[in-house]
């Protein structure tokens, strides 16, 4: 079983999933920052592909994706990082990414690539509903791989029906339409959409993302949803820590003090 769905049926709640850019702060790091991550109980990672124009993220992710790429990152060279991670690496791995550098790179040979490595899906965020159904879900099922889509506060209930019932892994909730990491707390509009989208009894299970950076957005985002994912705090912690593991460290007890 796709190590997505194994995680979602041994534990509903309280997930939390941690983006990081590969390749920051410095080359080598990408699968060292995976095992801390790891080794400190998170219980998802989302490695970031590095891009030069990542329309959906803030400053922070902005910054990252131009110091990785400064230092050599890209898909040939992450693929060779993640070679033998499966070794000590259990938890599920996603990709996350914009579709420009996988087209270069080639959307079947990412999938196979992708699959040799062990990484269990993707997150594509300008990948467009219905070119996923129409081309490239049916190449990532052929190699059990998870495309999983996102959803904001804007998206119907119609599309949002139809995401659920065309994907499975789960779904991920923009807090906001914004930029990423621009929030310190979530108003009564977001709660609105996370009472709305909870109320609605979907099949997958939701991750909130965007804005998570202390204790009460992880809380609220726990409170709404199956988890949280934390992206720019991390990063920004990532590249001003002396090491990989005071990082994670700091992360873990921002989130919890």
Known sequence: MNRIKELFKRKQNDILS???TAGFPKLEDTCAVIRELQ??????IEVGI????????????????????????NLRILF???ANIRKDVHIPLIMMGYLNPIMQYGFDTFCKDCKAVGVDGMIIPDLPFK?????????????????????TPA??????????????GFIYMVSSASTTGTQTNFDQEKQSYFKRIKAMKLNNPQLIGFGISNKSTL????????????????VAILGESKDIKSAVEELLKSLSE
């Open 18 to 20: 941690i983006y990081f």
């Open 39 to 44: 080794n400190k109980g998170v219980d998802l």
């Open 50 to 73: 590095p891009f030069s124009d990542p329309m959906a993220d803030g400053l922070v992710i902005q910054e990252s994706s131009m110091q990785a790429l400064k230092n050599g990152m």
């Open 80 to 82: 060779q990082q993640l």
């Open 131 to 151: 070119d996923y159904l129409d081309e490239y879900k049916a190449i990532a099922d052929k190699y059990d791989l998870r495309i999983i889509m996102l959803i």
């Open 155 to 168: 998206t119907s209930d119609e599309r949002i029906r139809l995401i659920d019932a065309h994907t499975d």
């Open 219 to 234: 809380a609220a985002a726990l409170q709404n949803a199956s988890g949280a994912i934390v992206g720019s705090k991390f």
